[in-house]
């Protein structure tokens, strides 16, 4: 349910007549029709009238109040209901005044593939295919780093499945050690490979012990049966699991799966850091920053992530039945640990004063949030110190955003510009763009510079993005040639940006750079100004991101076939010709008699292609 007496104004009491005591969802929305909070309760009635009292508690709560114009209901059966809910729509319209964690990625796992001959690697997604899957881990590298460590203990294969069934002897991986080659007949039985399989399968539970003996029972028999070579073999795996043991810094007896969630919170800005535990053993950690509102208090932002964190993505997550946490989440707790219990199908429960090891790792959480929170905030200092700076060296209001833009190309080849953007937090990957370049005479820089401007500033900008200093990497020149562009677009603009050109020094040596103005005026800054430093920061960031832009389009144009681009070559055409002449280089040496004895190319089509490949 939802009231509007009208467009403009908003009469709580009359609102709050409207609304129910069963538990539910509210959103509240400001003059322009935007989600600024979502919120839930057990007693709607009691829950909203809170907000509207004479004296309101909180500076958050004083500043949603006041841009309330309009108030959603939605009434469900249960708290729980009313939990998940608040979740979807907090997802959904990432309120303003909400605690958010910008955390949107699939957790990548190890997946052991439910073949003949399984296979080992790192999976992302949603869980397709067939097979057996191990994790979540934190991030790919973590992934990488396993996989690697077991292809040197176990040699069972990695490699894709194409690459497996059109083998017809064994790879180099094989000849290394690091596969025992199931793809080729005679090499390894059936039996063999299951055995490492099962090792594998063992070692990604967490049972290293239980590998172990298997391995020396193994060695045992092996060497009994005067089988020496194998018994090495197992020799050189039992060596390679116990130097992994040793290397494992925090590892305990127990086998506990558990995730470890320490807080901090200082200045504004919050760092909650998690530590994956499973059967008793790091699996790896990881810092979040989510985004925080204004006085908000630890339990609400810790709230706001763990309910977020585990019902986001719940399939790709394994949620461990304990959940230790650093702060409480006061009257929620039970109402969220209930919630994850039903989504699981299993107990999880939230721990909040440990003992013993459990303590430790706690312990360990908070002091890596608080460490991370630090160099967040030590970082933060010296972008605005920075930004502070440029403001009084262009003697500027206060900058909130800047652009720089940059063309990259090779000869003239593939030609790339970027736009990247800093706010008052320092870049803002976000939204950095690429644009590539067409209809302009090779190497035409100007030509270049003047398409990226208008394709960026020719529609029309929201307010908080129009930027207040635009960068151009160039001289004046190219100055020039971009304020021509831009001119007619900022001209109908609530604020005008800056237009600076960085322009290199004759030796092209950081430090040395000149900022040149429309006015025509010149400045070089000191090289050890913090002003000079900023600049130099969002120059580079344009530099690299047009450059690494531009080398994916060459590496897309290196890769592709000169037969692409000859009319009346399909697929099916371009595969029987390398396939009659044996490949690309005999094509290219053959006469278009030769290449008109392939089955389905006419001798017409035979002179195409001698002529796309000689131009080629």
Not at 78 to 84: D, F, H, M, P, R
Not at 438 to 445: Q, V
Not at 469 to 475: L, P, V
Not at 492 to 508: E, H, I, Q, S, Y
């Amino acid at each position: 349910m939802s009231y509007v007496p009208n467009e403009k104004s908003f009469d709580p009491q009359a609102f709050l007549k409207t609304v129910t005591h069963q538990p539910g969802v509210y959103r509240m929305y400001d003059a322009a029709g935007v989600v600024i909070y979502v919120g839930k309760a057990k007693d709607l009635k009691k829950r909203l009238s809170s907000y509207f009292r004479t004296n309101v508690a909180g500076e958050k709560t004083r500043a949603l109040v006041k841009n309330i114009c309009n108030v959603d209901v939605t009434v469900t059966h249960t708290e729980t209901e009313a939990l998940i809910l608040e979740h979807n729509y907090i997802k959904q319209y990432l309120p303003k005044y909400n605690v958010l964690l910008r955390d949107d990625k699939s957790y990548p796992y190890i997946l052991l593939s439910a073949s003949k001959h399984p296979r080992l690697s790192i999976h992302r997604g949603v869980k397709r295919r067939k097979g057996e899957y191990f994790g979540p881990y934190p991030d790919a590298g973590a992934v990488r780093e396993s996989l690697h460590l077991m292809q040197k203990i176990f040699p069972v294969r990695q490699c894709e499945d194409s690459v497996y069934a059109n083998r017809s002897r064994p790879c180099l991986m094989y000849q290394i050690g690091r596969c025992s080659g199931p793809c080729v007949e005679g090499l390894i039985s059936d039996e063999e490979y299951q055995q490492q399989v099962q090792l594998v399968r063992l070692f990604l539970q967490g049972k290293d012990r239980q590998v172990i003996s298997i391995m020396v029972e193994k060695m045992e028999q092996a060497s009994q049966a005067l089988e020496f070579e194998r018994a090495a073999t197992y020799r050189d795996q039992i060596q390679a699991l116990r130097r992994i043991q040793e290397q494992q810094f925090v590892s305990q007896d127990n086998e506990d799966d558990i995730d470890v969630i320490g807080i901090a919170h200082s200045n504004g800005l919050a760092c909650i850091h998690g530590l994956y535990i499973r059967q008793g053993k790091i699996l790896g950690s990881r810092s979040y920053f989510p985004k925080v509102p204004a006085d908000a208090t630890l339990t609400e932002v810790l709230t706001g992530f763990v309910t977020q964190y585990y019902f986001n993505q719940v399939e790709g997550r394994v949620i461990p039945s304990a959940i230790l946490l650093s702060e409480t989440l006061g009257d929620e707790g039970e109402t969220i640990a209930k919630a994850l219990t039903e989504m699981a199908g299993r107990n999880i429960s939230f721990k909040y004063n440990p003992r013993g090891s459990r303590a430790q790792y706690l312990k360990l959480a908070k002091t890596n949030a608080e460490t991370a929170l630090t160099s967040k905030i030590n970082h933060r200092l010296t972008i605005q110190e920075r930004f502070f700076a440029l403001q009084q060296a262009l003697n500027l209001k206060p900058i909130s955003r800047m652009e720089c833009f940059d063309i990259s190309h090779t000869m003239g080849e593939k030609t790339v510009a970027s736009c990247v953007v800093f706010n008052q937090d320092g870049p803002y990957k976000q939204e950095y763009r690429r644009y590539n370049i067409t209809g302009i005479t090779g190497g035409d820089d100007y030509a270049a510079m003047a398409q990226v401007l208008e394709r960026r500033y020719s529609k029309e900008m929201e307010l908080d993005k129009i930027p207040d200093i635009i960068f151009i990497d160039g001289g004046r020149g190219q100055l020039s040639r971009a304020y021509d562009v831009v001119k007619p677009y900022i001209a109908d603009w609530p604020k005008r940006p800056m237009l600076v050109g960085v322009a290199k020094g004759t030796t092209r040596k950081p430090g040395l750079e000149t900022l040149i103005f429309v006015t025509g005026e010149e400045i070089s800054m000191p090289s050890d100004s913090p002003a000079l430093h900023l600049i130099q920061h969002i120059r580079d960031e344009s530099h690299n991101h047009a450059i690494s832009g531009h080398r994916a389009q060459r590496a897309k144009v290196r890769k592709r076939s000169s037969l692409e681009d000859v009319e009346g070559i399909g697929p099916k055409r371009r595969q029987a010709l390398l396939k009659y002449m044996g490949g690309m280089q005999e094509l290219k040496k053959a006469s278009k008699e030769e290449i008109a004895k392939v089955p389905g190319i006419s001798p017409a089509l035979a002179e195409k292609i001698v002529d796309a490949l000689q131009h080629s």
